[in-house]
């Protein structure tokens, strides 16, 4: 059984630890949802599928020029940010931020969220 209590910690710390992020999701690789923590005008189901898509697109790339095991990809936006993390290779996480996200700060919390995330989605 999945612990969506453990996963919905984890959301809510990245959320408070690092400045600027305003949602997070965590979703399967193929775009589905897992567990969101969201404004109400945010598509979790959106965001999830975005999210995979631009995930496949970088590991593609990643693989075909060399580079190794994608672990990351973020796309800088003129009014914020998204940030999608692989996680193994069956699911992801997202965190989206407005122009005053903290982007270094969010590189270096999201490691250790996404171990722990890891470990919580492969019992």
Same mark, same amino acid.
């Given at each position: 059984m999945l612990d969506y209590d453990a996963l919905a910690v984890e959301l809510q710390k990245l959320r408070e630890n690092v400045t600027g992020v305003t949602d997070t999701v965590i979703a399967a690789s193929d775009g589905i949802p897992i567990i969101s923590d969201v404004a109400k005008n945010v598509d979790p189901a959106h965001i999830s599928a975005l999210a995979a898509a631009d995930l496949g697109i970088?590991? *593609?790339?990643?693989?075909?020029?060399?580079? #190794?095991?994608?672990? *990351?990809?973020?796309?800088?936006?003129?009014? #914020?940010?998204?940030a999608v993390y692989a996680i193994g290779r069956m699911s992801l996480m997202v965190a989206l931020g407005d122009k005053g996200l903290n982007l270094g700060r969010l590189l270096h919390e999201s490691r250790p969220v996404i171990e722990r995330v890891g470990s919580i989605l492969t019992p």
């Open positions: 970088a590991r *593609q790339a990643a693989e075909v020029i060399g580079l #190794g095991t994608l672990s *990351q990809t973020v796309v800088f936006g003129s009014t #914020g940010y998204m």
